[in-house]
């Protein structure tokens, strides 16, 4: 069997008595570790995790995006959903994107290409970010540390600049293309409009955001209230009207988080917990109860059986959410977390800028790279998720908590577009279904369905499982590669019934890291 990469990656788990934490950073991940040794708990280092995430990992997520976090409380058992997804601006104006009569964008979301592709990136194609609001929410109803002890980490981060490693070269190289559209994007993540690179690797160079230092400083010390209503609003409404994009003072005070009960099913006498609306997690579940109704594993490992049964009900679910939800074929740039404290509390948190590197813009006073949300909206009316003003569009973010019968409680969740749900149906899977550890079950390999009449197989699966697949639709066996993400990049934590605490972070990654406090 050809192949096109040759190099092996082990990522043990980590166990712990203690804390554990998991991200796609090894800053990040150091980050939530110092909050728990300083008393935090799963909240305090999730939100102080993200928000250095946008610092590090600036093009996968950061203020200028949103997401969905859910939180576990170990004592009094409840588990809350907090929802801080984008909105399309109340002057958006939908005569600004005309549909061109043939071909599909090129940002693989399979949507009618729009003229100037002004829906995927530059300044309309902007939504009003909701990320601070959530957090900040998140830490008042369920931390313990004040806002300016948790974003400190992140402005100690701002302050010393993006170290230019070669991963992160490469990164920018990927989207060099678009970001010397722009101007503010040009000047802090190119050079001479070509991608940095680090000729030293004993000295490597920093990307340095002055204007994002000075926004972080500005929201440590005026709290998080300013993005939206106060100072630091001004200067984004000022950086809107700049750069004419749609978002207006009134789309900035009138956003507000949601904090909601989990939507719930049982799978396998497991409970499953998802964030309820417009995300993956109701699909998820669709697929779970599915599967549960129509298959049981008769193997002591996946075999063909087991992967076609995972195909036939990603296909019953995606079918159901392209019908009645809308969808998005995208791969998004989105980042994850998982977080257990001492006392079990858990944090399963999913955030993005939903393209790579988002709008491509970076705000020209306020140092902020922006999200193209209005990507996530299916251009053409009469649509479940049609794009229009004042609206909140379907994602593809599914955090997720699991509770076995056994008490084992896991949060997980995943980046990678429209194959997040996919990666975390089969992790439940191979948790419940095979009774496999946490390393044993991330070390398994998987597929993706996305909706597509395609089938995606690691070519480890085997021959035979392909060929197998190939007879219900046309499957292709491809690499897990560093950067495509084809089958989804997760991480999770986990509980067991002795209180003893597991973490896994995506193995292919060069920064991925799991710590424990001991």
């Not at 340095?208 to 200067?235: C, I, M, Q, V």
């Not at 946490?438 to 690691?458: C, H, K, M, P, V």
Request: charge should be neutral; glycine fraction near 8%; charged fraction near 20%.
């Amino acid at each position: 069997m050809k192949t096109n990469e040759n190099w092996s990656i082990h990522k043990p788990s980590i166990s712990s008595r203690g804390g554990v934490v998991t991200s796609h950073h090894y800053e990040a991940s150091q980050i939530g570790i110092d909050i728990l040794n300083n008393g935090g708990n799963a909240v305090d280092a999730a939100v102080s995790m993200g928000l250095a995430l946008g610092v590090v990992e600036p093009w996968m997520s950061g203020i200028g995006g949103c997401g969905y976090m859910l939180y576990h409380n170990a004592k009094s058992q409840e588990t809350h959903a907090i929802d801080f997804g984008v909105k399309s601006s109340v002057n958006l104006d939908i005569s600004k994107f005309t549909l061109l009569d043939q071909g599909n964008d090129d940002d693989l979301f399979g949507w009618p290409n729009v003229k100037n592709e002004t829906n995927i990136h530059g300044p309309l194609s902007m939504a009003v970010p909701g990320y601070i609001h959530g957090v900040s929410k998140a830490l008042s109803n369920f931390g313990s540390m004040t806002w300016k002890d948790v974003i400190e980490p992140a402005c100690t981060l701002a302050k010393r600049g993006l170290i230019l490693d070669w991963y992160a070269s490469l990164r920018i190289a990927m989207e060099a293309k678009l970001l010397k559209n722009y101007q503010s994007s040009k000047s802090i993540f190119l050079e001479n409009d070509l991608p940095p690179v680090s000729e030293d690797p004993t000295n490597l160079k920093i990307i340095k955001n002055d204007a994002l230092y000075k926004t972080y400083s500005l929201l440590r010390d005026e709290g998080p209230e300013t993005f939206y209503t106060g100072e630091l609003s001004k200067t984004l409404i000022s950086d809107f009207d700049r750069i004419k994009s749609f978002i207006c003072s009134q789309d900035l005070e009138s956003y507000t988080s949601q904090i909601n009960k989990t939507q719930r099913t049982i799978y396998r006498n497991a409970e499953i917990h998802v964030a309820p609306g417009l995300n993956a997690g109701p699909s998820l579940i669709d697929a779970l109860n599915h599967l549960e109704n129509n298959w049981f594993p008769d193997t002591i490992e996946p075999d063909s059986k087991s992967y076609i049964a995972y195909c036939k009900s990603l296909e019953f679910s995606y079918d159901k959410r392209l019908k009645e939800m809308g969808e998005q074929k995208d791969n998004s740039c989105t980042t994850h977390l998982s977080v257990v404290d001492k006392k079990g509390n858990m944090v399963s948190l999913t955030q993005t800028l939903l393209s790579v590197f988002g709008s491509r813009v970076v705000l020209p006073k306020s140092g902020i790279l922006m999200n193209n949300g209005i990507m996530w909206f299916d251009p053409r009316q009469g649509r479940p998720n049609s794009l229009s003003a004042a609206k909140k569009p379907l994602s593809n973010m599914c955090p997720t908590i699991v509770i076995d019968k056994s008490k084992n409680k896991i949060a997980l969740g995943a980046s990678g577009g429209r194959r997040i749900f996919p990666a975390v149906f089969q992790l439940i899977s191979f948790l419940l279904d095979y009774n496999k550890s946490l390393e044993e079950a991330f070390n398994t390999s998987r597929i993706d369905y996305s909706g597509e009449n395609r089938i995606l197989t690691n070519k480890s699966l085997g021959i035979d499982v392909i060929k197998n697949l190939n007879k219900i639709l046309p499957t292709d066996g491809v690499q897990d590669s560093l950067l495509s993400h084809l089958f989804a990049a997760p991480n999770a934590v986990m509980v067991g019934t002795e209180g003893e605490k597991y973490g896994n972070a995506y193995i292919p990654s060069p920064w991925s890291s799991t710590l424990s406090t001991d």
